[in-house]
């Protein structure tokens, strides 16, 4: 079967990013056409395939979108299954793989940068919110209250009013205490200095599998986009 990413070739290509500290990034390119960017952040295990359908939306859309492999996943240095062996301090120096992208996506034309994330992803796409007061906006899919030592509570807390951010989680993402995502992400919310909205699922899962089980959410977090 032909993806819709192979269908779409001419207006996508890989390239290779290099990080403050040195690690070499693989990521996927979607040209746009407007001065609006997204830079979609995956959760772990996955790869910056997993976004490839909502890349192509928001490219469809006008949109400069990158994907990445978060150093350890995928075709980036220490990928494909290096992170399994990722100190805290290593997952957390991804904050970088974030810096470097975001640049890229400055200079290919993109005045106004976006970020969506899910899991680990989110809260990498919260801690650059939060950092750069330039990013208007974020979507968080399944943000956890601390992921490798990327604590988002603070975070929330110091958002800049001008700023806006989507809190997603559901309801059946329970964690071995038995604490929901549900729960975390209100606590975000209600935390939340920023311009912020949320959105609770039912059954939606965790991180991306929330865009597979509802893909007509897609269309909402365009809505959201457009509006900021």
């Not at 993806?3 to 390119?29: C, F, M, N, P």
Request: aromatic share 8%; charged share 25%.
């Amino acid at each position: 079967m032909i993806s819709q990413l192979t269908v779409k070739q001419e207006s996508v290509r890989s390239i290779k990013l290099k990080t403050a500290d040195g690690v070499e990034i693989v990521g996927d390119y979607f040209s746009g056409v407007t001065d609006r960017g997204v830079l979609l952040l995956h959760m772990m295990p996955e790869t910056r395939e997993s976004w490839d359908e909502f890349a192509l939306m928001l490219q469809e859309h006008g949109y400069h979108v990158l994907t990445i492999d978060l150093r350890g996943h995928g075709e980036s240095e220490k990928g494909p299954d290096g992170y399994k062996r990722f100190s805290d301090q290593d997952h957390q120096s991804s904050r970088l793989d974030v810096d470097a992208a975001v640049d890229f996506l400055t200079a290919s034309g993109a005045k106004h940068v976006f970020l969506i994330g899910a899991s680990i992803g989110a809260n990498l796409a919260l801690q650059h919110l939060c950092s750069h007061t330039e990013i208007p906006a974020a979507v968080l899919f399944s943000p956890g209250l601390d992921y490798k030592g990327i604590e988002t509570l603070p975070l929330v807390k110091k958002l800049n009013p001008r700023q806006a951010a989507f809190f997603v989680g559901s309801r059946d993402d329970i964690r071995k205490d038995g604490w929901s995502n549900a729960e975390m992400v209100e606590e975000l919310y209600k935390n939340c200095s920023g311009e912020c909205d949320i959105k609770i699922f039912d059954d939606a899962g965790h991180g991306i599998t929330i865009l597979k089980r509802y893909p007509s959410f897609a269309e909402e977090i365009m809505e959201w986009l457009e509006g900021r």
